[in-house]
């Protein structure tokens, strides 16, 4: 039914950028706030950043000024927009989608910023 599927991963060297894209189907994107979050093998999740319905941001501390996230509901998609990319940010990148009653995830796409 709901699906959340994500992209844009991949290996970059640090102080490189990367567009994570997350692509939804069976809901209508632009009802819902959507948000990223990542994880880290022997860590809990981490949240990174929210996009409401109406389409006001907000950011972890961490990551506020480096990423941007944004919203394109004509195309039932959530993106994630990272810049100057540190060794700490490798995670497997998550997108989720809020209902009243379902909070929805995507498999991950897996970023690794290394050199």
């Known amino acids: 039914q709901v699906q959340l599927v994500e992209s844009g991963g991949g290996l970059v060297q640090p102080g490189g950028s990367l567009r994570l894209s997350c692509v939804a189907s069976g809901v209508i994107v632009s009802m819902y706030a959507m948000a990223w979050y990542r994880r880290t093998p022997g860590k809990s999740r981490e949240w990174v950043a929210t996009i409401t319905e109406g389409g006001s941001t907000n950011y972890a501390d961490s990551m506020k000024g480096r990423f941007t996230i944004s919203r394109d509901n004509a195309n039932q998609a959530l993106y994630l927009q990272m810049d100057n990319l540190e060794p700490e940010d490798t995670a497997v990148y998550s997108c989720?989608?809020?209902?009243?009653?379902?909070?929805?995830w995507g498999q991950g796409t897996q970023v690794t910023v290394s050199s």
């Open positions: 989720q989608l809020s209902t009243l009653t379902t909070r929805y």
